[in-house]
């Protein structure tokens, strides 16, 4: 396991709030490429799919290769009211589920990461392999919003 992967997940929180940090409402409920999320629904897409991804991680830790539950994100955004999800209470959500796993990954043996839980659609996972996914989740999501943002205000911070 490569270490540094806990580090980059524990560290994305702050890459997080400085993506959304300052927008007006407005500017969260924008649709500056038509056809995709707003940077609401991202910031609560990011939200669920963290927290869904931290209890699963810390199932493979606890428990003898579990079940991992697959979820359609389309209809989380359709159903769950990301259009009013606050922002802000995502973020402060998303870093604290962050920071308390990232102690609990520091503290694993290196052979912990080659355990492994059975997802509902893709098989056979590790936590390595989910720790480096959400970190990469992270960014692939981070992208998106940083390029709304500019779009919307002009800069990317």
């Known amino acids: 396991m490569d270490r540094t992967q806990i580090e980059r997940f524990a560290s994305g929180t ?14 969260f409920d924008a649709r500056p490429i038509p056809g995709t999320w707003t940077i609401r629904e991202i910031t609560a897409h990011l ?4 927290m869904v991804g931290c209890d699963r991680m810390r199932r493979v ?10 979820y359609d994100q389309d209809r989380y955004v359709a159903r769950l009211d990301y259009a ?17 796993l990232a ?8 052979e912990a990461f080659g355990r492994a839980g059975v997802h509902s659609e893709r098989g056979r996972e590790t936590l390595a392999h989910m720790v480096k996914g959400y970190c990469d ?7 998106h919003l940083f390029q709304k943002r500019e779009m919307l205000t002009g800069r990317t911070t």
């Open 47 to 50: 939200y669920d799919s963290d």
């Open 84 to 100: 009013r999800v606050d922002p802000a209470a995502a973020v402060a959500a998303f870093t604290a589920n962050r920071l308390l």
């Open 14 to 27: 702050g890459d997080f709030e400085r993506a959304v940090r300052g927008l007006t409402p407005a500017q």
């Open 137 to 143: 989740h992270l960014d692939h999501h981070l992208s």
């Open 103 to 110: 102690p609990v990954l520091r503290a694993q043996p290196d």
């Open 61 to 70: 830790i606890a428990m003898d290769t579990p079940l991992l539950m697959g």
